[in-house]
């Protein structure tokens, strides 16, 4: 049996089963699909109150799902038009950071990543960046590009460190959440 529930502006579709289960059992599959299974004694009502008090966590599977179905990532750019696009920003970035702190151009580095788009040695003043930035969109880039360099003014990511973020990304929040939903194989 197929039943509809609504939450918010959603409405989500789920396949009943009666089942001899405990009482209720809710999963998600990869084909993006909501399938419960219901004890007979629980009642319709329940098995909607069921799904309901945990829409949420159906909803993030079912993006989460959404998301490692989508085609294989294309790289943006070529080779050149990355590095371009890098060592422009860089320098940008550099500029604008000096007008607020006095600190020597760091050392960029660009190297395979596995699970960061970059990273900062504050010590030696080094700036490494992901070659997985192809993916990314230039604001993207540019955003990774100040977060580590406000690594060099604050090494943790604190809220000192991510109120300098924000004085040269004001709208940081929404690129890092964004930037989130790449997933990187
Ligand atoms: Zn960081």
């Known amino acids: 049996m197929i039943r509809e529930i609504r939450f918010n502006d959603k409405s989500i579709e789920y396949t009943?089963?009666?089942k001899k289960v405990k009482n209720i059992n809710i999963r998600i599959k990869p084909d993006m699909t909501v399938s419960v299974?219901?004890?007979p004694r629980v009642s319709l009502k329940e098995v909607d109150m069921a799904v309901l008090n945990r829409?949420?966590?159906?909803?993030?599977?079912?993006?989460?799902?959404?998301?490692?179905?989508?085609?294989?990532?294309?790289?943006?750019?070529?080779?050149?038009?990355i590095s371009d696009i890098i060592s422009d920003f860089?320098?940008?970035?550099?500029?604008?950071?000096?007008?607020?702190y006095n600190i020597p151009y760091p050392t960029l580095k660009i190297?395979?990543?596995?699970?960061?788009?970059?990273?900062?040695?504050?010590?030696?003043?080094?700036?490494?960046?992901?070659?997985n930035l192809v993916y990314c969109s230039r604001e993207q880039i540019y955003y990774v590009i100040v977060h580590e360099f406000s690594h060099l003014i604050v090494p943790n990511h604190s809220q000192d460190f991510y109120a300098i973020v924000e004085r040269f990304v004001p709208?940081?929040?929404?690129?890092r959440r964004d930037m989130n939903r790449i997933i990187l194989k």
């Not at 190297?111 to 070659?131: A, D, E, F, P, V």
């Open 16 to 18: 009943l089963q009666r």
């Open 37 to 39: 299974s219901a004890n």
């Open 55 to 81: 829409v949420e966590f159906i909803i993030k599977a079912l993006e989460k799902f959404k998301n490692n179905s989508k085609s294989e990532l294309k790289p943006l750019y070529n080779r050149e038009e």
């Open 90 to 100: 860089y320098n940008k970035i550099y500029n604008s950071f000096k007008e607020y």
């Open 111 to 131: 190297k395979t990543m596995r699970s960061r788009w970059g990273s900062c040695n504050y010590k030696n003043h080094i700036i490494t960046l992901s070659t």
């Open 171 to 175: 709208d940081y929040k929404r690129i």
